[in-house]
């Protein structure tokens, strides 16, 4: 099966269901609007006061806001909503019909839905970025920009991870719904550099819940403080927490019986 | 009165038995009230050193301990109604509330504050847990400690009067989604959640001090950290009662008006 045949098809079917509202479009905008408004308001505050925060100039912080924007707009386009039918579908029984279709399990509850609305996150998340960046003048080199693209697709991939292992526990614990809120309000820490936080909630942020890696790491990989030996270790992380993923939903799956059984 | 009262003690008691069945679902949104001002309190606590110890007269100290107090009182004081309106009035349940033979704003009144009493052992300890790795200053002024009691009392029946208010929108646009970002925006700054209204443009602190915002919030925290003198204390208490008449005057017009448009969906 073509994987990413799929997924188009799966955003259309959610383009075509969504086009049906498109007032929803509007709304969306205001509120990304409004939460990137109040992310600048943040950062003019912070800074009528001091010049660089544990080291980040004004343009790099933006620059992570950019990079905030677009990680939280791919997380609420697809993962969030697809994983929250899943949880749902667990608890209905109605998993079922997944399990029966012919591709891979994982993959059709990891798409199975899309909030076509949510790329208006993404797109501001690129324009603030690319703004920043040209604010700050630096000529990009091809090994950065790669270094940024394997970022953040590592950066990704291990949130990916991180949500498919949350959303498993419903194998286990049926209703887990509201654990998904613990990665939602720890992400919000990710609009700031990390470096800023105490060590111990640092730790928490990039081990336990890893904001980090999806945001603070790929906007260090622009403004160059990304070594490459860190990058290689992150890649490392990511495979292993995949596999470590493959093997939970392998086992979760086999656990399930159906509501309905 | 005794009928009120009666009600109340019956809705306490199936609100607690549901919240007990829900009870991990309750601790895990109250992460949301700890990271918050975790994580300005961080922002702070870093410009704080790269300046030499002072901002604007706030020491690290006086960071940790307003955005502690600022905590506890956000917790104190919020509620969930602006984000429950919606669903309420979109999937029709709220034509089972009108059912009942008494205003549906006495369920929310008792939800909110058992949920509080609920949460609290989880509050305090994580203030206390704060406390300890963000080492606060705190000098207890005894009268002002005192008028914390009444004035965070009046924060909350402002907070929950004015969200209730302005929830009741949704009557004319079914979505207010919108709406209450926009309303989380001016809350976060002119209530004093991402920074001390000391430290804000001083257009943004007349606004604050003008609208009720600063009273639904800020308020008891300067309050507590004994910032206020007895005359500003008086003279805030008096704006958050002069608020409160505003806010219920305005909730009554608006929830009248509302019922005669409201459409039942789902009816």
């Known amino acids: 099966m073509n994987i990413p045949r799929l997924i188009s098809v799966f955003i259309r079917v959610g383009v075509m269901s969504e086009l049906a509202y498109r007032a929803n479009f509007l709304v969306q905008l205001l509120e990304s609007v409004l939460d990137l408004a109040t992310a600048f308001a943040g950062i003019a505050v912070i800074f009528s006061y001091t010049k660089d925060l544990s080291g980040w100039r004004p343009d790099e912080v933006i620059a992570l806001v950019g990079v905030f924007f677009m990680v939280g707009g791919a997380i609420r386009f697809m993962i969030q909503p697809s994983l929250q039918e899943f949880i749902r579908s667990v608890r209905r029984g109605t998993l079922d019909f997944t399990l029966t279709k012919p591709a891979d399990s994982q993959l059709l509850i990891s798409i199975q839905r899309v909030e076509i609305w949510k790329l208006t996150d993404i797109v501001l998340g690129v324009i603030v970025f690319s703004v920043a960046l040209t604010r700050m003048g630096t000529r990009l080199d091809l090994l950065q920009v790669a270094g940024f693209a394997a970022a953040l697709v590592t950066g990704g991939s291990i949130v990916y991870c991180f949500w498919v292992l949350l959303a498993s526990l419903s194998f286990w614990f049926v209703r887990v719904e509201n654990i998904l809120v613990i990665f939602q309000s720890m992400y919000e820490a990710g609009r700031w550099p990390i470096s800023i936080y105490p060590r111990w909630l640092r730790f928490a942020l990039t081990f336990i819940v890893p904001v980090a890696v999806a945001t603070t790491v790929p906007a260090q990989a622009l403004t160059g403080r990304l070594t490459w030996q860190a990058l290689i270790s992150a890649a490392a992380v990511a495979a292993l927490l995949f596999a470590v993923t493959r093997v939970v939903w392998r086992i979760g799956t086999r656990r399930y019986s159906g509501a309905s059984a | ?267």
Not at chain 2, 10 to 21: C, E, N, R
Not at chain 2, 81 to 108: A, T
Not at chain 2, 181 to 196: D, E, K, R
Not at chain 2, 199 to 208: K, S
């Open chain 2, 1 to 267: 009165m005794i009928r009120l009262a009666d009600i109340y003690v019956q809705q306490f008691k199936i609100t607690l038995a549901s919240f007990v069945q829900y009870r991990a679902a309750i601790f895990i949104w109250m992460i949301w009230h700890v990271i918050e001002p975790l994580v300005y309190l961080s922002v702070w606590s870093v410009v704080t050193r790269s300046l030499g110890g002072n901002v604007g007269g706030f020491t690290g100290g006086d960071f940790a301990s307003y955005f502690i107090a600022m905590m506890l009182v956000n917790h104190l004081t919020y509620t969930w109604i602006m984000w429950e309106f919606e669903y309420r009035v979109r999937h029709g349940i709220l034509s089972f509330m009108l059912l009942r033979p008494i205003h549906p704003i006495h369920s929310d009144i008792v939800d909110n504050v058992t949920s509080k009493l609920l949460t609290l052992p989880m509050m305090i300890p994580s203030a206390m847990l704060l406390a300890l790795l963000f080492r606060p200053v705190f000098h207890p002024v005894p009268w002002a400690m005192a008028a914390f009691v009444p004035a965070v009392f009046l924060a909350f029946l402002l907070r929950f009067i004015v969200e209730w208010a302005l929830s009741l929108a949704v009557f004319w646009t079914t979505r207010i989604s919108a709406v209450n970002q926009g309303y989380y925006v001016i809350t976060l700054f002119l209530a004093g959640q991402m920074a001390p209204l000391a430290l804000l443009p001083g257009a943004v602190r007349i606004a604050a001090t003008v609208l009720p915002f600063r009273w639904m919030i800020s308020f008891p925290v300067e309050l507590l950290l004994g910032r206020l003198t007895p005359q500003e204390a008086l003279a805030g208490i008096g704006a958050q009662i002069v608020w409160l008449a505003i806010g219920f005057t305005i909730l009554r017009r608006a929830w009248r008006a509302g019922l005669r448009i409201y459409s039942a969906v789902g009816a």
